[in-house]
């Protein structure tokens, strides 16, 4: 086991190195890349994934049908419910249990899925980190050794992928980085104090925790002196809270875009214009309802194929995440595309009395040029109106706030959907393990929502 663990230290040293350079690469080099990967992972699902196989077989495809990412079109794309009902179809044949992590969502959509990791994809993402950690490692002043307060739900995948990469590598103690991991379900109160103990460098939450958390540590004089940097994923920090942190906190923000089914898809870069794409290991289309592709520059829902993960193997995968491509390169001189916004779920849209349907973005545009609102739900209650759920900047003149929130909102939807009350919360309520939404459906309509 000890010879293992130094053959996984040296590699993942030597990985680390090389990754770091990777969005650097010419855009031919990273397709390359990807489309070797692609083959293999191809190659390997028609083997020992039962899901590939046979639809592969009922369609007349072979692996040597796939050597561009394009070719993934002529696959179905597999729906979320499809993983849930039958988890096994999805799954390597051939991977023993005991090489496998096993992860699941709590399903704040209603459909919990579990998503089995082999153990070479984790140590493998690892590696794959540095890409944005070699952004992180300027503000943080050292590479190593230094400590990282993670704030998670209850079932912390999080927690189990650092403990399988720290049980698989030699290095000394002092030079891991030492992780701090606390519930968001625990008091603001509680998790300041466990913070303050703790001292760390870097702050790992939820976007929409960030969204409540740092209004409360701005309007209670709380500040963490040991902190350089903040960073977010799961879902989104609002532009609002982002300010805040970066402005009178004085800390650089950093997002990633990671799910459970495909651990690093992008991670934001020093010029903040979006989500630069891992697109040799999670290459990602946008496709409209019917499901064919659309250009950069137009929103839709994001299509993911996970290239690296051989444990539950994801190909043409909805994650319902409402996303735009973005159509200009990166200042920064990185050559991984970009994903301009991820812009809410495509659950969420909002029934009008004129018979129409507004999308989640109209409500979020409204509501986020406000630089005061650090977060929103918006409760959807019967006959066309609603009320609004508000985290605003300690300080805010909630009266202008208020008249001229209202006078947008009319504008914008006169009597198509009434807004009625604004409730000023320190907290948005958050499903058990899983991530508040902005748009919450009628209880009348709940029923509806979880059938098939
Ligand atoms: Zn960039």
């Not at 140590?123 to 950690?133: C, F, K, M």
Request: glycine share 6%.
């Amino acid at each position: 086991m000890f010879l293992e663990n130094l053959y996984w230290t040296a590699y993942l040293a030597y990985r680390a190195r090389q990754q770091a350079r990777v969005p650097f690469l010419p855009q031919e080099e990273i397709i390359r890349r990807q489309r070797k990967r692609l083959h293999e992972m191809v190659a390997y699902a028609y083997r020992h994934v039962p899901y590939y196989r046979e639809t592969m077989r009922a369609r007349g495809l072979t692996p040597d049908d796939f050597y561009t990412v394009e070719a993934l079109e002529r696959l179905p794309i597999i729906e979320r419910s499809a993983v849930q009902e039958a988890p096994e179809r999805f799954r390597s044949e051939i991977i023993p249990q005991d090489r496998l992590l096993y992860t699941h969502s709590s399903g704040s959509m209603g459909i919990p899925i579990e998503v089995w990791h082999d153990h070479r994809a984790v140590l493998e993402n690892a590696s794959h980190g540095e890409r944005q950690r070699a952004i992180y490692t300027r503000f943080i002043g050292q590479a190593l050794g230094y400590r990282e307060t993670v704030l998670i739900s209850i079932a912390s995948v999080a927690g189990d992928t650092q403990g399988l990469v720290a049980s698989r590598l030699a290095l000394p103690r002092a030079l891991r980085i030492q992780r701090q991991y606390l519930k968001m379900a625990d008091s603001f109160e509680h998790n300041v104090r466990e913070i303050q103990r703790f001292r760390p460098h870097v702050l790992h939450s939820h976007g929409s925790y960030l969204n409540a958390f740092f209004p409360y540590l701005y309007a209670h004089g709380i500040t963490f002196p040991s902190l350089k940097l903040v960073t977010f994923s799961s879902d989104n920090l609002f532009p609002g809270a982002r300010r805040l942190i970066e402005e009178e906190f004085g800390l650089p923000v950093f997002g990633t875009y990671q799910t459970i089914e495909a651990f690093q898809i992008g991670f934001e870069c020093e010029a903040k214009r979006g989500y630069h794409l891992n697109i040799d290991l999670y290459p990602l289309r946008i496709v409209d309802e019917a499901g064919r592709t659309v250009p950069p520059g137009e929103t839709g829902e994001v299509v993911i194929s996970n290239l690296v993960n051989r444990g539950t193997v994801l190909l043409n995968y909805r994650l319902r995440d409402l996303a735009v491509l973005s159509t200009e390169p990166c200042p920064c001189g990185r050559n991984l595309p970009l994903l301009a916004c991820i812009e809410g779920r495509n659950d969420e849209f909002i029934p009008l009395a004129s018979g129409g349907r507004a999308h989640p973005t109209t409500v979020r545009t409204l509501l986020i040029i406000h630089p005061e609102i650090c977060q929103f739900q918006v409760l959807i209650l019967p006959r066309y109106t609603c009320d609004v759920r508000l985290i605003v900047r300690p300080g805010c003149d909630r009266e202008a706030l208020e008249r001229s929130l209202r006078a947008d909102w009319q504008q914008r939807f006169g009597e198509a959907l009434r807004l009625r009350h604004i409730h000023y919360v320190r907290e948005i309520p958050r499903p058990p393990g899983g991530k508040p939404r902005i748009i919450l459906p009628c209880p009348e309509e709940d029923g509806e929502e979880g059938s098939p």
